[in-house]
């Protein structure tokens, strides 16, 4: 946040990668984007290569932030091998925002299998 901050202040810069975790979290990238926003600095949501959860919150992020107005690399989780979740799914080159409670997406059958099996 910090570097952000002074970067964002100089004026130093003319676009932010924001990074979910690089960040710190939600509160935190949200905080950076407004910051952005404050200082009429473009912004994105860079890569964050993680599960479809990590990019099913980022996903809800980006929806919500009027300021995200170029490419986001969001479709990450491809890379991910074994993803415990689903629910999120580049289809046609598109990815959609999931329905469903919390994030829209689920712990996969075998996922959830395991988990009990090492809990039991």
Same mark, same amino acid.
Request: charged fraction near 25%; charge should be neutral.
């Given at each position: 946040?910090?570097?952000?901050?002074?970067?964002?202040?100089?004026?130093?810069?003319?676009?932010?990668?924001?990074?979910?975790?690089?960040?710190?979290?939600?509160?935190?990238?949200?905080?950076?984007?407004?910051?952005? =926003? +404050?200082?009429?600095?473009?912004?994105?949501? /860079? *890569?964050?290569? &993680?599960?479809? !959860?990590?990019? %099913?919150? @980022?996903?809800?992020?980006?929806?919500?932030?009027?300021?995200?107005?170029?490419?986001?690399?969001?479709?990450?989780?491809?890379?991910?091998?074994?993803?415990?979740?689903?629910?999120?799914?580049? =289809? +046609?080159?598109?990815?959609?925002?999931?329905? /469903? *409670?919390?994030? &829209?997406?689920? !712990?996969?059958? %075998?996922? @959830?299998?395991?988990?009990?099996?090492?809990?039991?």
């Amino acid at each position: 946040m910090r570097e952000i901050f002074e970067l964002v202040s100089a004026r130093a810069v003319d676009a932010v990668s924001l990074k979910i975790p690089k960040l710190g979290g939600l509160r935190n990238t949200l905080a950076a984007a407004r910051l952005c =926003e +404050a200082a009429h600095v473009e912004y994105r949501l /860079g *890569a964050a290569v &993680g599960s479809r !959860l990590l990019s %099913a919150q @980022a996903l809800h992020l980006a929806c919500t932030l009027r300021g995200v107005d170029y490419a986001c690399e969001l479709g990450e989780f491809d890379r991910l091998l074994d993803d415990p979740f689903g629910g999120l799914e580049v =289809e +046609a080159g598109v990815l959609r925002l999931p329905a /469903g *409670a919390g994030s &829209g997406v689920n !712990l996969r059958a %075998a996922a @959830a299998d395991a988990r009990k099996a090492r809990t039991a």
